[in-house]
């Protein structure tokens, strides 16, 4: 058996087998052999505009022309890194946000760890150190996000991990106030998901995520919002902390800020990080990545703001997520599924127990949609928010099929 030179993310190093995507238009790709399927999952959470959009292809060929890449460390900046910036500033689910810029939703959670930890020790609490994440949850790889995530799994056989970050239940608002109480002046902040993605697909109950602002309001603590999946109209609105009206105090972003055209992202950073960060002009702050506020992917993700603005597309999410959301609760209502879950136009079925999700993946591709498998019990969607009503019809009905086949296989 050859393996390939590539050793794949969140794979098997012993598969020799893959997929080849070579194009994608709209809310569809091709494979080598020229399969078409349905991207029922923007790709990775991502890709809200659609594939092949030559205002984005545009835009970052022209950059390329101009400044194709600089640094922005210390007195350095670029044009489009100030104007994405600005733009997100003023999208921003509150006043007084800046931009801190990294490459990819893991850095933004590692960044926001830091940023709340540096802000409360410039502010005379350096014992502030406390995270407080939930279980499901998903903040990514490195090793503050991995530390945070609340799927054991992903944190086998990395050793030990960051330390002062402790978990709660996803759903348990006074797991998180009962923390608060024990080690008093310690909490630093509270992370969670608008709703829990790539762990699953659980929205929050109702208030739960103001019952978090309140709780961190009165112990002193900030409120991280992982933004990652949930932003850029993924909820109906551009963040889900506008969707579910509540106030955060650092927002992590990455996927839809771009649409995946070109990796990027970043932290809203609100009044009360940079306030103490800011009050003493020789203060350094010492975190930052090469790739930060890189002109060409800053210019893709004005190029991708700009099409989610002209054609409303946030407002596409609930439309999507009515139609998944019927045609997944119509399978569990006929005991196909055991249960339907999601919020916006992000949507899951649960499997029976004994029912593979990744067997019902597989099935799927034969069917022509690519869905996601989350372990072997859940089967998620997260289409482009161009994905059209014929097209949320198709992933339906290729998930009953391939249902059909794995229980008659």
Not at 14 to 25: C, R
Not at 336 to 355: D, N, Y
Request: glycine share 10%; net charge negative.
């Amino acid at each position: 058996m050859v393996l390939p030179d590539v050793l794949h993310p969140f794979a098997k190093p012993s598969n020799s087998e893959f997929l080849t995507i070579v194009e994608g238009d709209g809310a569809v790709v091709r494979d080598a052999d020229g399969r078409e399927y349905i991207d029922a999952m923007a790709s990775l959470w991502y890709c809200n505009v659609g594939h092949g959009r030559t205002e984005i292809i545009d835009a970052v060929g022209a950059q390329l022309r101009v400044l194709d890449a600089f640094h922005t460390f210390d007195i350095f900046t670029n044009a489009p890194s100030e104007e994405l910036a600005r733009e997100l500033s003023a999208l921003a689910p509150g006043d007084g946000f800046r931009v801190f810029y990294t490459g990819s939703g893991s850095e933004s959670v590692d960044s926001a760890i830091k940023l709340a930890r540096a802000a409360h020790a410039r502010a005379g609490n350096p014992d502030r150190r406390l995270i407080v994440s939930r279980v499901p949850s998903y903040h990514g790889v490195t090793y503050g996000g991995l530390s945070a995530t609340g799927l054991p799994a992903n944190q086998e056989h990395f050793g030990p991990l960051v330390d002062d970050v402790v978990q709660v239940p996803y759903d348990d608002a006074h797991a998180v106030e009962r923390i608060a109480h024990e080690r008093p002046g310690e909490l630093a902040a509270v992370i969670a998901e608008p709703v829990v993605g790539a762990a699953g697909v659980y929205p929050p109950p109702p208030g739960y995520l103001n019952e978090l602002r309140r709780i961190c309001d009165e112990h002193g603590s900030l409120l991280i919002l992982d933004e990652v999946i949930c932003g850029f109209g993924r909820l109906g609105r551009w963040w889900g902390a506008e969707h579910y009206g509540v106030r955060p105090d650092l927002v992590t972003f990455a996927k839809g800020v771009t649409s995946g055209y070109i990796p990027l992202g970043g932290v809203l950073v609100g009044p009360a990080i940079r306030e103490p960060l800011e009050a003493d002009p020789d203060f350094i702050l010492r975190h930052g990545h090469t790739y930060s506020g890189h002109p060409v992917a800053c210019a893709a993700g004005l190029a991708a703001l700009g099409i989610m603005r002209d054609e409303n597309l946030p407002d596409r999410a609930p439309v999507i997520g009515q139609q998944l959301s019927a045609g997944l609760q119509d399978l569990a209502d006929r005991g196909l599924v055991a249960e339907a879950r999601g919020a916006g136009a992000m949507w899951a079925a649960g499997m029976h127990p004994r029912v593979s999700a990744v067997a019902v993946r597989d099935a799927m591709l034969r069917h022509g949609v690519i869905a996601r498998a989350i372990g072997d019990a859940t089967v998620s969607f997260c289409p482009p928010l161009i994905t059209s009503a014929s097209q949320i019809d198709t992933c339906i009905e290729a998930l009953e099929a391939a249902l059909e086949d794995v229980r008659t296989a």
